[in-house]
Nanobody, 124 residues
Framework: QVDVVESGGGLVQAGDSLRLSCALS????????MAWFRQAPGEERIFIAA????????LYADAVKGRFTISRDGAKVSMSLQMDSLKPEDTAVYYC?????????????????WGQGTQVTVSS
């Protein structure tokens, strides 16, 4: 069993930056592809960004491309989402997800392991 824990959410103003982190624990020695999703109130959870297991390839949703950057550490058991130029429409609960995978290309799903989510609120 792998535990996924997000951190770094908060309340910011439009135009500000925020950095989310996600850490894996448990059987975290396997190769894990990882991704971020978000869910706004009353809406479905949607894909935001993904990174392959070695951190060499990334994928972004159009809504965040150019503003958000996903990266992972050298030990491959944690990753971050740097969010710049935040907009009120970025307000949501952000979820980290992980999936055992050797795939060279990042993917939007499916993911087996999920965190509890961290709230990001952007005021106008």
């Amino acid at each position: 069993q792998v535990d996924v824990v997000e951190s770094g959410g908060g309340l910011v103003q439009a135009g500000d930056s925020l950095r989310l982190s996600c850490a894996l624990s448990g059987h975290a020695s396997s190769p894990y592809a990882m991704a971020w999703f978000r869910q706004a109130p009353g809406e479905e959870r949607i894909f935001i960004a993904a990174i392959n297991w070695i951190g060499t390839s990334t994928l972004y949703a159009d809504a965040v491309k150019g503003r958000f950057t996903i990266s992972r550490d050298g030990a491959k058991v944690s990753m971050s989402l740097q969010m710049d130029s935040l907009k009120p429409e970025d307000t949501a609960v952000y979820y980290c997800a992980a999936q055992v995978s050797f795939a060279k290309e990042p993917f939007t799903g499916p993911y087996d392991y999920w965190g509890q989510g961290t709230q990001v609120t952007v005021s106008s």
